[in-house]
Nanobody, 115 residues
Framework: QVQLVESGGDLVQPGGSLRLSCVVSGSIFSIYTMAWYRQAPGKQRELVARITKGGSTAYADSVKGRFTISRDNAKNTVYLQMNSLKPEDTAVYLC?????????WGQGTQVTVSS
């Protein structure tokens, strides 16, 4: 059974940086496009960034130029480097396949941007 384990979330001040990690167990990692999603209270889950197995990336307009997604296929891990964080980035961040989320969601990791 494939499992997703996210980590790296924290409380950070506006303008700060964080690096999130998602370890994927199972054999899907090298096959699928992976993505980071986020869900803020009272809002729909949104796709933040995605990366193909070959390394091509795409970003939501709201994070373009501030966030960078990467993957280490040898470690079955996908990363999200987040810079210049804003209060509106506050959310639970989760990873999954894209464009469809084919794996059971993990717990996610909480990112809170506040002074």
């Amino acid at each position: 059974q494939v499992q997703l384990v996210e980590s790296g979330g924290d409380l950070v001040q506006p303008g700060g940086s964080l690096r999130l990690s998602c370890v994927v167990s199972g054999s899907i990692f090298s096959i699928y496009t992976m993505a980071w999603y986020r869900q803020a209270p009272g809002k729909q889950r949104e796709l933040v960034a995605r990366i193909t197995k070959g390394g091509s990336t795409a970003y939501a307009d709201s994070v373009k130029g501030r966030f960078t997604i990467s993957r280490d296929n040898a470690k079955n891990t996908v990363y999200l480097q987040m810079n210049s964080l804003k209060p509106e980035d506050t959310a639970v961040y989760l990873c999954n396949t894209a464009p469809g989320a084919y794996v059971d969601w993990g717990q996610g990791t909480q990112v809170t941007v506040s002074s």
